[in-house]
């Protein structure tokens, strides 16, 4: 019997997780988790580890992002998530910033 696959969760994993972008991609989970999952709840993998995250354990989630009036050599963004005790957070990109993000959305 193996163990969730969920980051801290001791229950057995019984359920499998599979990925629609990664073939090669399964995990075993508790029926607590998948059902979490099959009703909408967000899931992401660590890189480190490859345990599942979920819950307090995924980074905070994007909520809006919006261009703030500024002169100078970059412009500030403000981004804004569902943690709001973290929020809002400004970043002043670069157009070259700019450039290398249009490039990782495309991928
Ligand atoms: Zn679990």
Redesign the pocket.
């Given at each position: 019997m193996t163990t969730?696959d969920?980051m801290r969760?001791q229950?057995t994993g019984s359920d499998r997780l599979t990925s629609d972008s990664n073939s090669a991609f399964e995990r075993f989970?508790?029926a607590?988790?998948k059902a979490a999952i099959n009703g909408g709840a967000h899931w992401i993998t660590d890189p480190d580890t490859h345990a599942v995250q979920m819950g307090v354990d995924l980074p905070p989630k994007f909520k809006s992002l919006r261009r703030r009036r500024n002169e100078g050599t970059g412009q500030v963004f403000v981004i804004e998530t569902d943690r709001g005790s973290q929020d809002p957070m400004e970043i002043l990109l670069t157009n070259e910033d700019r450039a290398t993000l249009a490039k990782l959305f495309q991928s």
């Open positions: 969730c969920v969760c229950k989970i508790c607590e988790h």
